[in-house]
C-alpha cells in the first residue's frame, strides 16, 4: 500500500520560507519511487484544490501554477525517496492545505490535473500572516 507523509508546515510571517517534505512508502522494487511523476496541490478553506507544482520521474522536468513560480521550487531525492516544496517570498494568499501526489504510472513527465494523481498525503497545513 502506497503511503504518501507530508510534513514541514506550519505558521510563518509574509515574507517568510518554510521547506514541506513528502515521504513515499510502499511503492514496489519493480515500480520504485524514483520512476514516478510527482506534484504538490494546495486548498483554501472554501476553494477548490488546486495545482502548485509537479516534477517528472527523472527530477529534470519541472513546472508550476503562476501565482507561485519564482518562488517556489519543487525537488526530489530519490535515496530518500521524498520529494520536497521549498516555498519563498510566502504570502497570506498561500495558506491552504498542501497536499502531495503520486502517479502511479511509470515514467511520466508533468502533470497537472489532480485526476492524473493517484495517490495522496493527509495533507500539512501552511498559514502565512501579514
Known amino acids: 500500500q502506497v503511503q504518501l507523509v507530508e510534513s514541514g508546515g506550519g505558521l510563518v510571517q509574509a515574507g517568510g520560507s518554510l521547506r514541506l517534505s513528502c515521504a513515499a512508502s510502499g511503492l514496489t522494487f519493480s515500480k520504485p519511487f524514483s520512476k514516478h511523476a510527482m506534484g504538490w496541490f494546495r486548498q483554501a478553506p472554501g476553494k477548490e484544490r488546486e495545482f502548485v507544482a509537479a516534477?517528472?520521474?527523472?527530477?529534470?522536468?519541472?513546472d508550476y501554477s503562476d501565482s507561485v513560480k519564482g518562488r517556489f521550487t519543487i525537488s526530489r531525492d530519490n535515496a530518500r525517496n521524498t520529494v520536497y516544496l521549498q516555498m519563498n517570498s510566502l504570502k497570506p494568499e498561500d495558506t491552504a492545505v498542501y497536499y502531495c501526489?503520486?502517479?502511479?504510472?511509470?515514467?511520466?513527465?508533468?502533470?497537472?490535473?489532480?485526476?492524473?494523481?493517484?495517490?495522496w498525503g493527509q495533507g500539512t497545513q501552511v498559514t502565512v500572516s501579514s
Open positions: 501526489a503520486a502517479d502511479r504510472n511509470l515514467y511520466r513527465t508533468i502533470l497537472h490535473e489532480k485526476s492524473d494523481y493517484d495517490y
Open positions: 516534477i517528472s520521474w527523472t527530477g529534470v522536468n519541472t
